[in-house]
């Protein structure tokens, strides 16, 4: 079945540090790949998609990856940030899912000061 | 712009009782979805619309059914609740089957 992966313990990282988070998947081509921002009581928001002949995609502090060889994704937020704390969730969609996006469980970012 | 609005943003539900959540959208988007999040679990779909008038089944759809009123209005209904299905409901658009999502605020709903 399809699976996505995201690492389910908290990234804690200094302010200033670069924080990295990885997206696995399973038994799945998606022609897309998005991250979102989700803070607590809210819902998600996006932040970013990457197409699968796309190997990297930047917006402000923030870099995504796509290796469709590896099957993962990595996501960077760099010079971090207090305010960057929050969970991240990838999201795939494509192959015979056409419209429909899976979300992985999301990996919580703790920035301290 | 309100973007995505969802009612009610809390409801407590004894088991066998029925309800339906509402979602709007005012971004004249064609494709809406209704998520579930439940902790360590994610959001997993449980029913979309790619257009007004068309509606299928996501990843978890039994206990559930939809609505799609017109372009702006997605609703889901509960017909009888079951304790399994205390959630956080989330509703969702976007304007193309893979731009980005916009979500409403949530439903948090508990069945006792």
């Known amino acids: 079945s399809q699976k996505i992966e995201q690492n389910s313990e908290a990234l804690n990282i200094q302010e200033g540090k670069t924080a990295t988070l990885t997206c696995n998947y399973t038994n799945y081509s998606p022609a897309y790949l998005q991250w979102y921002r989700q803070d607590p009581g809210r819902g998600p928001v996006f932040l970013l998609l990457?197409?699968?002949?796309?190997k990297e995609k930047r917006k402000e502090r923030l870099k995504v990856t796509f290796d469709t060889t590896l099957k993962q994704s990595l996501f960077h937020i760099t010079a971090s940030q207090p305010a960057d704390s929050a969970t991240y969730l990838c999201?795939?969609?494509?192959?015979?899912?056409?419209?429909?996006?899976?979300f992985g469980a999301g990996t919580q970012v703790v920035v301290t000061p | 712009n309100a973007g995505v609005t969802q009612t009610p943003k809390f409801q407590v539900l004894k088991t066998g009782q029925s309800m339906t959540l509402q979602c709007a959208q005012d971004?004249?988007?064609?494709?809406m979805y209704w998520y579930r999040q439940d902790p360590g679990m994610g959001l997993r779909l449980i029913y979309y619309s790619a257009s007004e008038g068309t509606t299928d089944k996501g990843e978890v759809p039994n206990g559930y059914n939809v609505s799609r009123l017109n372009k702006r209005e997605f609703s889901l209904r509960l017909e009888s609740a079951a304790p399994s299905q205390t959630s956080v409901y989330f509703c969702?658009?976007?304007?193309?089957?893979?731009?980005?999502?916009?979500f409403g605020p949530g439903t948090r709903l508990t069945v006792l």
């Open positions: 990457i197409r699968e002949n796309e």
């Open positions: 969702a658009s976007t304007s193309t089957s893979v731009g980005e999502q916009f």
């Open positions: 971004m004249n988007h064609n494709s």
């Open positions: 999201a795939l969609e494509g192959g015979d899912s056409w419209g429909k996006f899976q």
